[in-house]
């Protein structure tokens, strides 16, 4: 009766342990934008997610020019998610220690509440 125990909790252990391999990749696989440098990095042909929280959506956009790139990261201006069209808005946290240029870019909604990241699509390997 021990040994069936034993290995019931053995093959459970194993099943949980799999199922972060079979869910694929997640957000934390994603290159996440922080910065106006990395927006700076792309360009034509680029591809970019949007991951939006308000409607828990991501959507693939094709960058057009290194102009519309720097468009995602200048300060206050207007974005909308391609699936839900809702506006966000730019804006960058700073940390009250930090300095100037370790500012992080930001996409907030109407109630000032962090909303929608982009992140540059991973590479095919």
């Known amino acids: 009766m021990k040994t069936i125990a034993k290995l019931l909790i053995i093959a459970g252990l194993i099943a949980g342990a799999a199922v972060p391999v079979i869910a694929g990749p997640g957000p934390e696989y994603w290159q996440r934008m922080k910065s106006a440098e990395e927006f700076a990095k792309l360009k ?15 959507t693939e956009n094709t960058i057009a020019s290194p102009a519309e790139a720097m468009d995602h990261c200048k300060e206050g201006k207007t974005l909308t998610c391609p699936s839900c069209k809702k506006q966000v808005k730019v804006t960058y946290k700073k ?8 500012q992080e870019v ?7 509440e962090e909303c929608l990241f982009i992140a540059k699509k991973p590479d095919k390997k």
Not at 44 to 58: H, M, P, R, S
Request: one cysteine or more; aromatic letters at 6%.
């Open 95 to 102: 940390g009250r220690n930090d300095p100037p240029v370790a």
């Open 44 to 58: 034509a042909g680029d591809k970019v997610l949007y991951v939006c929280n308000q409607c828990q959506t991501v």
């Open 106 to 112: 930001t996409f907030v909604n109407e109630k000032g």
